[in-house]
Structures are given as structure tokens and as C-alpha cells.
């Protein structure tokens, strides 16, 4: 088959490893990829925006299967238009999209359908001072959340009252989040251990592939901002076999059985960020395609032929069989900029990647770019150095992802120190 894949951070250069080591793979175009795609496919700039248009681009490039990495082009209806041309899309269309497009729409959901999740109330921006009010009576720390897509970055947890009361000023009145956060929920702060589960789906039939857990602040120890991420494992040993059948039979099937009830049957990858409490597994939140850096320690440990299951779910007649996992595992690393989540340079010189020729190890590339044959960042999040070994040893495959971390160097080079080590207490 031949295959496009849309997107060009270090989630779809894991897609385009992935894909390109499967059999039914002809030809691999990345649009637009980076420089680490390169070598794995055909990196293409088209302007994705013009939907009608790249619908008569894969018609002619004669693409079986389009896979959309990034939630902005599914929440703006790519796979809608890419599907009316009669073009199989691995990705749900912009109205499944909405239960990672807006929160209220996805929290709604789970209420309506009691799938498990934390208490929350909803306000608009119009309603400051009520939501203000609301507050008051909270129990402490409080999670506020900007409704719309904010890259990860549209949540905020809140101590006491007074950063509450920041907190809305900022969403509500600066703006920080634009249109995203002119809607806000208040939820009660959950407590326990996060997961990552992606469910391939065809909207009905789902397979789970390993759990992961991700590390979303900037800082060691989970303090400081929230990121995109800064890295992530697999497979978390906090969900076991009878975890995962919670998993699914509590959240993934009714939330499938929902959306199809709801006329939003969501074909694609449904990631699940749960967190893992004393009553049992709660939806953090929904996504409507693979997570960022989750993907890159994952699909590592996804044996068989990948393009045959994403094809199959795209064809609504999935196929688990053509896929297995691993007994490995993977630890990913992401190196920053110094200064992100805010404000950081670009355009450094990146050393070191080719002193990297560890078979165990895969460099992902996220924020970078080739200018005068040399590679050199262009995001907040740089790389994603991820070690995959054959043994369930995350403590072997953390000392060999930072081992591989430390030939690289960049000005201002940042990146946690203590990725996967949550894991440790739990596989000891």
C-alpha cells in the first residue's frame, strides 16, 4: 500500500518508523515530516489546508491509506472531506474529533454514559465571578481546565483559592489560552498514578496496545509547568492484565458504544489518560489520536504488520490478529530548549547524532530542521531519545535511554532526569 502520513513532530516520526517496517508498506510519503523522517519516506510539502486539494493529491500519488498524527487537522474536518473522495483515513472525522476538541463535549459524554471521571462544573467566560463563587466552596487543590485544544498546555492545577481566583483571571481576562479557554471546567483534583492507553479502533471492535505513562511538568519530581511532555515509558506496570480489562470494559467499549449512540462513531486512535485511584481507573482526559511522547516509547513494542491494522480499522473490519507485542521495554527522553514551556531560542547546532549507532536505540526528531546540511532545533521540544530493549527491564532501558542522552549536546540543552521513575516501585 501506499501510505501518507500527515504531520511532522516526533509522534509521527515514531508513526513513519512504524509504518515503514511493515510488509504491506509500498511507498511512505510525510507530510509535511522532518528531518528525521527523511530516511523513512518521501517528506512532502502540501499545503493540507486546502482539503480538496490533497484529496486530488493522494488520488493521484494513489494513496490507499492517509494517517492524520495531529489533533488540528481531524478537529478541522480533514478526514471528513478525505473520506466524501472515497480516500480511507486512519483518524476520526471533526465530529468524533470534538472529545478532544472540547472538554465539556467529552466530560458530558462520560457523565451521560457514566463512565468514570472526576465531579466537575463548566462556565463561560461570561461567567467570571460565578465561577469565581464556585470556588469558594471547593475542596483543595482544584484542576481548571481551558475547554478548547491549548497543546497540552490548557490545564492548570490550583493549591488554594487564591491561585483559583489566578487562575481564571488568566484564562478569562488575559486570554493566555486565546478562544480555547473561553469556556473553563472546574474539576475536583484526583489523586493516584497516570496512565496512557491508545485504542486502535474501527469504532466498534478496539485493541489496546501496551500501557504507557507520561510526564507532563518541565521539572523532575513532577513540579513546575505543564508541557507537551518530556517523556514517557512502556509498558506501565501499573496496569496490569486485570487493570486493562477494567480498562476496557469500563471505558473504552462505553465510550465507543456512546459516540456511535451519539451519531460520532470514532474510527482512529482513542487515547485514553486515565488515572489509576483507589476506587479504580478515571478519565483524566480523551484525545483523538496517538499521544506525543507516549507513541515514540509504545510503537517500539508493536510487533507485526502496522499499516495492515491501522488500514483495517480505517476499512471498518478490524484486524488484531496482524499485530502482537513485545515482552520488551521502552523508555523515551525528550531534550528541550531552556526556557520551554515558555519562551526559548532556536536554531542551535544539535551534536552528537551521529555517535548514536546503538541498535537499542531510536532518536526521534520533533522540533528540528536541516539548514546548510546541518541539523539544528526549531521547537520547544527537540528530540525524543528512546531506548528499546528485548527484557521487561525499565531500569535497563532508563540507564540506556540516558546513556544515548548524554552524546548529545545543544546550547541550552534541558530534559528531565528521572523518566520512568515512577515505574520502579511497581517492577521491583
Known sequence: MNVCLIGSGGREH??????????????????????????????LNYDIN????????????????????PEKPLTEGLADVLREEGIKVFGPDSKAADIEAHKSFSKGLMKKYSVPTAAYEEFEDTEKEKAIEYIKGQKYPVVIKADGLAAGKGVLICADYDEAVDALEEIFTDKVFGSAGSKVLIEEFMTGLEASVFAITDGTDFICLPAAQDHKRIGDGDKGKNTGGMGAYAPAP?????????????????????????????????????????????VVEFNCRFGDPETQAVLPLVKGDFVKLLYSAANYKLDKNCVSFSSGASVCVVTASG????????GFVIEGLDSINDPEIIVYHAGTKETDGKIVTNGGRVLGITSVIKENDLKAAKQKAYAAVSKINYTNIYFRKDISDKAFDKVS
Open 14 to 43: 515514531a508513526l513513519a518508523y512504524r509504518l515503514k517496517q511493515s510488509e504491506s508498506l509500498n511507498k511512505l510519503y510525510i507530510v509535511p515530516g522532518n528531518p528525521g523522517t527523511k530516511n523513512l519516506g518521501e517528506n
Open 50 to 69: 486546502d482539503k480538496k486539494g490533497f484529496a486530488g493529491f493522494c488520488k493521484e500519488k494513489g494513496i490507499d491509506l492517509v494517517v492524520i498524527g
Open 238 to 282: 501499573l496496569v496490569t492484565e486485570e487493570l486493562q480489562k477494567e480498562i476496557d470494559d469500563k471505558i473504552i467499549c462505553p465510550v465507543l458504544d456512546a459516540m456511535r449512540e451519539e451519531g460520532r462513531t470514532f474510527v482512529g486512535c482513542l487515547y485514553a489518560g486515565l488515572m489509576i485511584t483507589g476506587e479504580g481507573a478515571k
Open 339 to 346: 526556557g520551554y514551556p515558555d519562551s526559548f531560542g532556536k
